[in-house]
């Protein structure tokens, strides 16, 4: 069993920076392709970046250069460091792997 914690998120104002943190733990495979999604409220979850398991990253238009994906294998923690950011990133943050989701972490944008 694959289990995902995020931490990281609060509140911040527009312009600002935070980075999200997503711990893996249980029977995960080496190097495993992760990815961040958000959900805003009132929408459809939406995927804001991936890292394979070579480390290639890609990342949603809105978000290409702003957020960062990277990862520590050593920690099984994959990072999103998120900068400039504005209130349209006001979502729940969730990570996921093999087909587990963590339980996410509310990043808020609002001055």
């Known amino acids: 069993q694959v289990q995902l914690v995020e931490s990281g998120g609060g509140l911040v104002q527009p312009g600002g920076s935070l980075r999200l943190s997503c711990s893996a733990s249980?029977?995960?495979?080496?190097?495993?392709?992760m990815a961040w999604h958000r959900q805003a409220p009132g929408k459809q979850r939406e995927w804001v970046a991936g890292i394979s398991s070579g480390d290639s990253t890609n990342y949603a238009d809105s978000v290409k250069g702003r957020f960062t994906i990277s990862r520590d294998n050593a920690k099984n923690t994959v990072y999103l460091q998120m900068n400039n950011l504005k209130p349209d990133d006001t979502a729940v943050y969730s990570c996921n792997t093999m087909g587990k989701w963590g339980q996410g972490t509310q990043v808020t944008v609002s001055s």
């Open positions: 249980g029977r995960i495979f080496s190097r495993p392709a």
